[in-house]
């Protein structure tokens, strides 16, 4: 069974920069796709980026710039490199994979999802 561990988050200054890792186990990490979402408090789950098992990478246009997401298949680990955060930025990170055909997007179309971790950008 897919397990996957996210870290990294923490609370930072509105202009820093943080990098979150997710952990993958229990599976075939080199043939997934994965991707990050967030959840501000409140507020649905929302899309952040993915990348492909070759590497491509795909993002909403309000990261595009700011956030990198970036895998290391020897490590079964993908990152999130965020800069130039923003208060707004505050959320759960989530990271995810099982892709299921849904569109990219949508919590739907992701099987499996690890516990999150809390980033929180003070002004």
């Known amino acids: 069974q897919v397990q996957l561990v996210e870290s990294g988050g923490g609370l930072v200054q509105a202009g820093d920069s943080l990098r979150l890792s997710c952990v993958c186990s229990?599976?075939?990490?080199?043939?997934?796709?994965m991707a990050w979402f967030r959840q501000a408090h409140g507020k649905e789950r929302e899309f952040v980026a993915r990348i492909s098992s070759g590497g491509t990478t795909y993002y909403i246009d309000s990261m595009k710039g700011r956030f990198t997401v970036s895998r290391d298949n020897a490590k079964n680990t993908v990152y999130l490199q965020m800069n130039s955060l923003k208060p707004e930025d505050t959320a759960v990170y989530y990271c995810?994979?099982?892709?299921?055909?849904?569109?990219?997007?949508?919590?739907?179309?992701?099987?499996?999802w690890g516990q999150g971790t809390q980033v929180t950008v003070s002004s």
């Open positions: 995810a994979t099982g892709y299921n055909g849904r569109s990219w997007t949508t919590p739907l179309a992701w099987n499996n």
């Open positions: 229990g599976g075939f990490f080199s043939s997934y796709s």
